[in-house]
């Protein structure tokens, strides 16, 4: 099951490592992602990694500003988010795939309960 982990209250400007770990599977056989979502508002695509660390993607919106990447010695996929801002906080998701990776996260079969950002202004 999937878990993540690191979110919390920041300041503008500051800077969050979240953190996507699982007790039962090796997610370095697994296609990766991260979403937010903002009550009211669709989920939204932050950014991904494929099973092998070779095609990463970005949201236009965290572009530059963050970093995902994996630890497989440590069994997790984290996410740098630097430079924060107020339009960051949400609620972030970390998703799972076998085969299917990239921007849509109907495409991923597995879900994380999500970990609460909030940016302060």
């Known amino acids: 099951q999937l878990q993540a982990c690191g979110g919390g209250l920041v300041h503008a400007g500051g800077s969050l490592r979240l953190s996507c770990a699982d007790s039962?599977?090796?997610?370095?056989?697994?296609?990766m992602a991260w979403f937010r979502q903002v009550p009211g508002k669709e989920r939204e695509f932050v950014a991904s990694?494929?099973?092998?660390?070779?095609?990463?993607n970005y949201a236009d919106s965290v572009k530059g500003r963050s970093t995902i990447a994996r630890d497989n010695a440590g069994n997790t996929v984290n996410l740098l988010m630097n430079s924060l801002m107020p339009e960051d906080t949400a609620l972030y998701f970390c998703?799972?795939?076998?085969?299917?990776?990239?921007?849509?996260?109907?495409?991923?079969?597995?879900w994380g309960q999500g970990t609460l950002v909030t940016v302060s202004s």
């Open positions: 998703a799972a795939d076998l085969i299917h990776s990239g921007l849509n996260g109907d495409r991923y079969e597995f």
């Open positions: 039962q599977h090796t997610l370095v056989t697994y296609n």
């Open positions: 990694i494929s099973y092998d660390g070779n095609m990463i």
